[in-house]
């Protein structure tokens, strides 16, 4: 079954600066990270094509290519293969931001 997570400062109290995250410092982090791209359309190909368009952060891991994805002031990424729990938990900490599950 497929988990989706979210990095996000909601859970953060106001005083604690609970500022949604933006695309700018998602740019500045995922930048320096050679197995990070940026692409404003996510291209799902299989049986039929589907195209979306949006703020993605394509991690490549092996042959895949995972999306994690700028959308309101949050980042949202599948979980599907663990292997992303621990790049996500970086990214998470990074951006001073908590991750929940959903």
Known sequence: MA???RITRSLQAP?????PITLEECKAYFQDKPDFTYTNVF????ETTM?????????R??????PFRHY???????GTNEAVIP????AAGALKADVTEG
């Open 61 to 66: 891991f092996g042959e895949s290519l995972i």
């Open 43 to 46: 291209t799902v190909k299989g």
């Open 87 to 90: 790049v996500m938990l970086e």
């Open 15 to 19: 005083e604690e600066g609970a500022k």
């Open 3 to 5: 988990r989706r997570y």
């Open 72 to 78: 309101d002031g949050d980042l949202y990424v599948s």
């Open 51 to 59: 195209s979306i368009e949006g703020d993605f952060f394509m991690w």
